[in-house]
């Protein structure tokens, strides 16, 4: 599976910006696209994901309620729409394809096989 994420960019803090990720090749080998971000300095983190198979959709806690994941099966895309954005969501993020299933396999890093090139957030206080 091959990915491709856009949408990042500069904004000030409150703002939204909203990512896409566009996927190709052995999409059906995939169970579930997702979302993590590394800041400089730490280790990538688990934000949001979205199981194909049942619909459901995990978020991380610091992202709940604020980051929405949703999917476009047609386009086999999931986009990120990121709301009332804070300085410490910036960071490089990165979507990636699981063929996993359930929530402790999918907010593992490692259990995800393809991923996209990352795409830069930076929210300015």
């Known amino acids: 599976v091959q990915l491709q994420a856009s949408g990042g960019g500069l904004v000030q803090a409150g703002g939204s910006l909203r990512l896409s990720c566009a996927a190709s090749g052995r999409t059906s080998s995939s169970n579930a696209m997702g979302w993590f971000r590394q800041a400089p300095g730490k280790q990538r983190e688990f934000v949001a994901t979205s199981n194909w198979k049942d619909s459901r959709t995990f978020y991380a806690a610091s992202v709940k309620d604020r980051f929405t994941i949703s999917r476009d099966n047609a386009k086999s895309t999931v986009y990120l729409q990121m709301n009332s954005l804070k300085p410490e969501d910036t960071a490089v993020y990165y979507c990636?394809?699981?063929?996993?299933?359930?929530?402790?396999?999918?907010?593992?890093?490692?259990?995800?096989?393809?991923w996209g090139q990352g795409t830069q957030v930076t929210v300015s206080s």
């Open positions: 990636g394809a699981s063929p996993y299933y359930t929530y402790s396999d999918l907010t593992d890093a490692i259990k995800y096989g393809s």
